[in-house]
């Protein structure tokens, strides 16, 4: 073999010096980015079995998650998410009410609606996706900062697969997509360690800001967070606050907070921009008063953060005796809902606990840096700093009773369940059990002179079993064969009806129920219309009309009227067919079963579950007249 001198290295192994060329330094670089992604994506076929599952099912079909499927239905159908012909027959659906999706979410959703147009698939890979997303933006943040490999992947694996991830799930499919979040972070450290200093001596310059990578990376960040989550969002910018706040205090100039208040601006400009259609459509039309019923201040108190939910087990824990504590908790303390989806896990509540403990010893006057000097870890201890800035943060805003409230009740109760703070907490709390580690494994390896990596990644992998092991459980894992099952009664009712009526033919859905958000009716859960539009292929359906605007009230109006008028007013209207969910209904739907098929004369499709029926009124004009 001959090899180029000027393109060659060497590494010492076993005493002996093994040339190595650029392009097998290269090709070793990049296995080490792709072996996170394939252990995250082998753990997560294990975890979730996979190979049980039909990615053209859903993974959950009730409440939330039929919201986030008609969604990708959506942008398949109508090319974006703002307005669906489909739904809210027969003036259609206008979602700029109630933007309930990350538009960067929606971004990666329309790309994948190139390759398939099954609404089910999509979405079911775009959440699978999001476990290799977050461990691929974790590393990179990791291993910016220093942190070893073994411990940048036992830290990104856990993140990826924090609790919330599942309990979340597609039913809160904004929230699982936290992918941006170390990203977040990194721009935060970056600014606390002064690494943006220069960004504004030359603020005219553009030819440096393009030459800066990180200036660059920050941008691009701060672009792509408009573009998430909008709580996630929300959060970054009251990060920014704080850090920026404080890194001028700490080194007495104005720099990092000019630089947070640019970042600032430029996330909200991106927010704004993205949402410019809802911004220009409720200029027109005023704004929606019927939706902001559902936004009070008080309930920031009713999903705020608490700390013991932090530190819980998860629900249906692998050991019994953690299982019966969180069960004992969650049925007696109060206000325990979604934010019981906010355990950090047992190694990432080492580093919430780390946090809480490094800003009592500093504040104890402890010189905590001579520590970590002792071996070199300065730069490590910079980080730990920020860290526990930022989760005490997080803790005094998003607690019960925090600053939170005070923002709800003086400036906008937008923001109600900041619990979902917590997923900043993990990852801070978990990059502080990583710097920890790195401490000790450092102190171990030059007390007992190791000069083997052995060590390191043997901790790493016993972390990782007893995480996993702490974080998953098996009542987290699809119901696939129910749900299956029950999509699949679905499918045949509404391919029933398709064959029936014509193409386009409206549906008026029984009981009325407003879109997007209401309590349960009787057994209908949040929702549940939505699941005859998933199976359709060319119907219309009544609902989805923007609950506050001209077409619901027109719709709840109708769905108010004596069955006989409501059947005139339908048929007058072009409405085609009646279609009745029973669970709406307190008798179960006896009474209007009973009464629609002696009006109509006919027998109805029936679902094989028994739960729902559809009454074909087509020509029934003069079946509707002769019953008024």
């Not at 991830?165 to 936290?178: A, E, K, P, T």
């Amino acid at each position: 073999m001959r090899f180029d001198y000027e393109k060659l290295s060497y590494f010492h192994f076993q005493n002996r010096i093994i040339p190595r060329t650029t392009e097998s330094i290269f090709h070793s670089k990049i296995l080490l980015w792709i072996s996170p992604l394939a252990i995250c994506i082998g753990l997560l076929i294990l975890y979730m079995k996979l190979y049980n599952a039909d990615l053209h099912i859903p993974f959950n079909y009730v409440g939330d998650s039929l919201y986030y499927y008609s969604l990708t239905k959506t942008v398949i159908e109508s090319g974006w998410v703002w307005r669906n012909n489909a739904l809210g027959a027969p003036f259609g659906l206008e979602n700029y009410d109630y933007p309930g999706f990350n538009m960067l979410d929606m971004l990666i959703i329309k790309l994948f609606s190139f390759i398939s147009k099954d609404a089910i698939f999509i979405e079911n890979l775009f959440f699978l996706l999001t476990f290799p997303l977050t461990t691929l933006t974790s590393m990179i943040v990791l291993r910016q900062f220093k942190i070893n490999y073994a411990s940048s992947l036992l830290g990104s694996l856990l993140f990826s697969f924090i609790p919330c991830h599942f309990l979340r799930g597609v039913g809160h499919l904004n929230v699982s997509s936290y992918y941006v979040v170390p990203l977040m972070v990194m721009v935060l450290l970056w600014i606390y360690r002064n690494e943006l200093v220069f960004l504004f001596s030359s603020v005219f310059s553009f030819k440096y800001i393009y030459s800066d990578r990180k200036i660059m990376a920050s941008m691009i960040i701060c672009i792509l967070s408009g573009l998430s989550f909008l709580y996630y969002a929300f959060f970054f910018c009251f990060f920014l606050l704080v850090i920026g706040i404080l890194s001028s205090a700490k080194t007495y100039r104005k720099l990092p907070i000019l630089i947070s208040t640019i970042f600032i601006a430029l996330i909200v400009f991106t927010i704004m921009m993205s949402l410019s259609p809802m911004l220009a459509y409720e200029y027109k039309n005023g704004p929606n008063l019927e939706l902001s019923k559902w936004r009070t201040p008080a309930e920031t108190e009713i999903y705020g953060l608490k700390i013991i939910q932090l530190l819980l087990p998860i629900s249906g824990h692998r050991l019994p005796l953690c299982s019966k504590i969180t069960y004992y908790y969650d049925a007696s303390a109060p206000l325990v809902n979604e934010n019981s989806f906010a355990s950090l896990g047992i190694i990432a509540s080492f580093g919430f606990l780390a946090l809480i403990g490094y800003i009592l010893f500093k504040s104890s006057g402890t010189n905590i840096a001579s520590i970590f000097s002792s071996v070199n870890l300065n730069s490590l201890n910079t980080n730990l700093e920020a860290l526990s800035i930022l989760n005490l943060s997080s803790i005094l805003f998003a607690t019960i009773g925090g600053f939170c409230t005070i923002f709800a009740y003086s400036i906008s109760p937008q923001f109600r369940t900041v619990n979902r703070i917590s997923i900043f907490i993990a990852f801070f709390s978990l990059f502080a059990t990583l710097i920890l580690l790195e401490y000790i494994s450092k102190v171990i390896l030059y007390k007992y002179q190791i000069r083997s990596n052995k060590f390191i990644y043997l901790v790493a992998c016993i972390l990782l079993l007893v995480g996993m092991l702490d974080q998953t459980s098996d009542s987290l894992i699809p119901s696939y064969n129910s749900i299956k099952k029950e999509w699949q009664n679905d499918e045949r009712f509404i391919n029933a009806i398709e064959e029936k009526m014509p193409e386009s033919a409206m549906i008026f859905q029984l009981p009325y129920v407003p879109y997007p958000q209401y309590p349960p009716v009787n057994m209908l859960t949040e929702f549940s219309h939505l699941r005859a539009y998933l199976h359709s292929e060319n119907l219309r359906w009544s609902y989805g009309a923007m609950e506050g605007r001209s077409g619901d009230n027109w719709l709840r109006s109708v769905g108010s009227l004596p069955l006989a008028d409501m059947i005139k007013i339908l048929s007058s209207t072009g409405f085609d067919g009646i279609y009745v969910d029973r669970f709406g209904y307190e008798d179960q739907g006896y009474s209007i079963i009973s009464n629609l098929s002696t009006m109509l004369n006919r027998d109805p499709l029936i679902s094989d579950d028994q739960r729902l029926y559809f009454f074909d009124i087509r020509g029934d004009k003069k079946v509707a007249n002769s019953v008024i």
